[in-house]
């Protein structure tokens, strides 16, 4: 099973800022990594699949990138609605598919 | 637009089976798998199981193999999940989301259902 380790836990970022999510999974994915998106009390939405495609309606605030075993969610000028738990999933070799532990990102 | 919308709450002994439905709607029902996804209270994702509509096929977490039952029903677009011998460590909330064909990720997801496990 393919686990795939998120960094920080926590990350404090006041609006307008940068902020920068880390995945990394335990043996290469290539580019079959997902990031989604959970705020409170709400369903997870899917943000990024293939490593780095925006889903459908996603601001182009938000960044993909990297393959193998590494992998960044950039979130650029954040705002209000952007602070909440991120995600990232592997889809390269299911079953199972598998999750991180998750990313909060919470106002500084 | 693409939706899936979820049954209601349900409240099970331990030992139980609970059943929580997913009825989808926008698109054609057949053309993407479905999915299900738990989260325990205050806790990450995990994947449960995938159905495809279009021929049944399953594929399911090691974990509950043999406890989860996945199926479908094209006449009413909707999804199924059955969850047997429940334990307390089963209540959380429970996801269904439509699967791409491409790609095994999910998008959208639906409302979500709470399973409370409890005696």
């Known amino acids: 099973e393919i686990v795939m380790t998120q960094s920080p836990a926590t990350l404090s970022v006041s609006p307008g800022e940068r902020a920068t999510l880390s995945c990394r999974a335990s043996?290469?994915?290539?580019?079959?990594v997902a990031w989604y998106q959970q705020r409170p009390g709400q369903a997870p939405r899917l943000l990024i699949y293939?490593?780095?495609t925006r889903a459908t309606g996603i601001p182009a605030r938000f960044t993909g990138s990297g393959s193998g075993t590494q992998f960044t969610l950039t979130i650029n000028s954040l705002q209000s609605e952007d602070f909440a738990v991120y995600y990232c999933?592997?889809?390269?070799?299911?079953?199972?598919?598998?999750f991180g532990g998750g990313t909060r990102v919470d106002i500084k | 637009q693409v939706q899936l919308v979820q049954s209601g709450a349900e409240v099970k002994n331990p030992g139980a089976s609970v059943n929580v439905s997913c009825k989808a709607s926008?698109?054609?029902?057949?053309?993407?798998?479905i999915s299900w996804v738990r989260q325990a209270p205050g806790r990450g994702l995990e994947w449960l199981g995938w159905?495809?509509?279009?021929?049944?096929?399953?594929k399911f977490a090691r974990s509950l193999q043999g406890r989860l039952t996945l199926a479908t029903d094209a006449s009413t677009s909707t999804a199924y999940m059955e969850l047997e011998t429940l334990r307390s460590d089963d209540t959380a909330l429970y996801y269904c989301?439509?699967?791409?064909?491409?790609?095994?990720?999910?998008?959208?997801w639906g409302q979500g259902t709470l399973v409370t496990v409890s005696s």
């Open positions: 293939g490593a780095s």
């Open positions: 159905i495809s509509p279009y021929n049944g096929n399953t």
């Open positions: 989301a439509r699967t791409d064909i491409f790609g095994v990720y999910f998008d959208p």
């Open positions: 999933q592997q889809y390269s070799d299911w079953p199972p598919v598998t």
């Open positions: 926008g698109y054609t029902f057949s053309s993407f798998g």
């Open positions: 043996q290469s994915v290539a580019s079959s």
